[in-house]
């Protein structure tokens, strides 16, 4: 069974400083920004710890199209299409980008895979354009499951494509994504 996630969201960091601030010595302030920076640089270190993957095997179909945003809300669709492809031919997985102004969820996505794919070899991700979603989801099938899975949706998604529109954005991440996925170190 296909399962689904979301990524991305804002953050919203609010800094203020009272008169009577706090008081922190400079030996201790140096500790907790190493401690800081250590603490980021593993977590991207782990995120994008996503490769020596295999291509999928077999033969499955390919959905007619793949990207759809009728609302032109990303630009240069035939460079992303580009990049999708790029995907789709060296992994055997069929990636399918859903621009959509609607309201989702993690159920919603994975129904609307299943009205889409009847196999387990692809991956849509929906790309939400209402200014009350602050998530974008996908879903992804139990066959593609072993080249992209939850970790590597995460990483395409919230770090790489980070909420661009733009089509020369996507083409490039795409196929370094795709290299990254098939690459063995």
């Avoid at 994975?110 to 387990?120: A, G, H, L, P, Q």
């Avoid at 899975?149 to 795709?178: C, H, P, Q």
Wanted: proline fraction near 2%.
């Amino acid at each position: 069974m296909a399962h689904g996630g979301h990524c991305g969201g804002s953050h919203a960091h609010h800094h203020h400083r009272g008169r009577g601030g706090l008081d922190i010595p400079t030996p201790i302030l140096i500790l907790i920004i190493l401690a800081f920076l250590g603490i980021s640089i593993w977590e991207n270190s782990v995120k994008s710890d996503i490769g020596g993957k295999k291509p999928l095997d077999g033969t499955y179909e390919t959905y007619p199209v793949y990207l759809i945003d009728e609302s032109d809300y990303l630009s240069n669709h035939e460079l992303i299409i580009n990049g999708l492809q790029y995907l789709h031919n060296k992994t055997n997985v069929q990636v399918v980008v859903l621009v959509s102004s609607g309201s989702w969820s993690d159920q919603k996505t994975v129904d609307e895979y299943y009205k889409m794919f009847d196999d387990e070899a692809h991956m849509l991700i929906v790309i939400t354009t209402s200014w009350y979603e602050k998530y974008d989801y996908y879903a992804i099938g139990d066959l593609t499951n072993s080249v992209i899975d939850d970790r590597a949706a995460d990483y395409l998604i919230d770090t790489k494509i980070n909420n661009s529109r733009s089509g020369e954005k996507w083409e490039r991440v795409l196929k370094e994504f795709t290299d990254k996925l098939l690459s063995t170190y």
